[in-house]
């Protein structure tokens, strides 16, 4: 069965400990958190004291997702008791490897993401360290945006990979995930679906379960 990381930035903010429950009972898997520096992205959302509270109200386990320049200057600040994954854009960084052995270093899983315009070929070389490489569905930052098919030829791509070379990393995807195209992306190799606009348009439950039901 797929898992589903619910990704907070498309949902409600006022009375977040209200969705957190909701969530928790309807199934999640994990709290997909975008950490937007107003750079790599232009928003700015989920600073370091928000996800500590976040951590301290809910056992559903962490996804941070770092949209940040220069990711190492932040990584320490979101090892919360609860983070599992640590993901950074192979975009923010030229020290792509570094970062990756610092994030396992602090006892957490680490994650490299790439954007849609960029290949599976250009992380090639650290996928043998990863615990989890993400495939951006629409452009970071653009929540609701529509979804980019090539998405799915990049799971599959990494699942051949993965198969191949014995390697054990997890397959994440993140944008714009439905019950329109998750069965698409499942049927390649995908392990872990981020949704957040389609889960919070409706009963949050009823939508999670939907998504894993595929």
Do not use: W
């Amino acid at each position: 069965m797929i898992k589903v990381a619910v990704s907070l930035h498309s949902g409600p903010k006022i009375n977040l400990a209200k969705t957190l429950a909701l969530l928790e009972q309807g199934g999640a898997d994990y709290l997909h958190i975008d950490v937007m520096d107003g750079n790599f992205v232009s928003e700015i959302d989920f600073g370091e004291n928000l996800v500590k509270e976040i951590s301290n109200s809910s056992s559903i386990p962490l996804d941070i997702h770092m949209m940040v320049n220069n990711p190492e200057k932040l990584i320490s600040h979101y090892c919360c008791k609860t983070t599992e994954i640590i993901g950074i854009h192979a975009e923010s960084t030229q020290h792509i490897h570094r970062d990756l052995t610092l994030i396992n270093k602090m006892g957490k899983k680490s994650e490299v993401i790439i954007n849609p315009g960029t290949s599976v070929t250009a992380i090639t070389p650290i996928l043998d360290i990863t615990d989890q490489v993400m495939v951006m569905s629409v452009d970071p930052g653009t929540s609701g945006a529509d979804f980019i098919p090539n998405a799915i030829s990049k799971v599959k791509e990494l699942d051949n990979l993965r198969r191949l070379n014995h390697y054990h990393y997890q397959i994440e995807a993140d944008g714009s995930i439905s019950d329109q195209n998750i069965h698409e992306l499942k049927k390649v190799g995908l392990d872990i679906a981020v949704s957040g606009s389609y889960i919070f348009k409706d009963n949050f439950k009823k939508q999670i379960q939907t998504l894993k039901s595929i």
